[in-house]
């Protein structure tokens, strides 16, 4: 069975919520590619961890081995996206409790300027502020999407999304934290949940201090945005998402 085929076969595992054999098959060719393909040996590694987590289980080892992949590649001549390597590092690391190590990482990943991505990705805007919708929309608009959708809470989002999952589409999402249905993290856990690679970007009023946006930002989201902000930090925390994403594919 070839890395693709396996790879497939893994992941209808996990969809089943049959998370042993899926961990056994992502480990496997995570260990596999080790040496000859860094980077999908580190994606392999953290969906072994994520089947670990939805058992309930610790997945250190995993997550530990992703982020030094991805550190590796980052270093390595001739890597593509030094940018996206470093980001996942440190979602890897912020995971592990290495918060110092998640932050040099992420300033670290700041510093790279990466050339401009083609937009062709829809934007979810998951906001029950209807002025702050309309600032997100019309920002995205001129930052070139084109496809937008807006809902006003977290309910509606998480449908709205996953009819856009099942349209094979790859959406970028800007999730406010404080929904009057469901907690930010509540949201992004539900989200990730039907597709690991999403990007979410969080935005709220919050300090990013404080323990309700570190709960958020350790599900897995890929940015943060503090209100009010403006149009250039929307942009940079979509660039960043963005790069996220060409990295996984």
Do not use: W
């Not at 409790?97 to 670290?108: H, L, N, R, S």
């Not at 084109?146 to 309910?155: A, C, D, L, R």
């Not at 539900?190 to 201090?209: C, F, M, P």
């Amino acid at each position: 069975m070839d890395t693709k085929t396996s790879c497939e076969v893994a992941l209808t595992h996990l969809k089943n919520k049959q998370f042993i054999t899926a961990h056994n098959l992502f480990l496997n060719q995570a260990e596999s590619l080790k040496k000859s393909e860094v980077l999908k040996s580190a994606l392999l590694f953290m969906l072994a961890g994520e089947c670990k987590t939805r058992q309930g289980k610790d997945s250190e080892n995993e997550i530990k081995e992703a982020s030094d992949l991805f550190l590796k590649y980052s270093n390595a001549k001739n890597s593509k996206n030094i940018k996206g390597a470093l980001l996942c590092a440190s979602k890897c690391l912020l995971s592990l409790g290495e918060f110092d190590k998640a932050k040099d990482t992420y300033q670290k990943a700041k510093t790279i300027i990466q050339t401009s991505i083609q937009v062709t990705r829809p934007i979810v805007i998951i906001d029950d502020s209807k002025a702050i919708a309309m600032k997100l929309k019309t920002y995205a608009e001129k930052l070139g999407y084109s496809e937008i959708h807006v809902f006003e809470n977290g309910k509606d989002g998480v449908k709205g999304c996953k009819k856009i999952f099942s349209e094979n589409k790859e959406p970028v999402v800007l999730l406010d934290m404080g929904l009057p249905d469901l907690e930010g993290d509540v949201v992004a856990t539900k989200l990730l949940k039907e597709k690991i690679s999403l990007q979410i970007v969080v935005i709220t009023a919050d300090e990013k201090t404080t323990a309700r946006v570190n709960k958020t930002i350790s599900t897995g989201v890929s940015a943060f945005i503090q209100k009010p902000f403006t149009l250039d930090e929307l942009k940079k925390a979509i660039d960043i998402a963005e790069s996220e994403y060409t990295l996984l594919q």
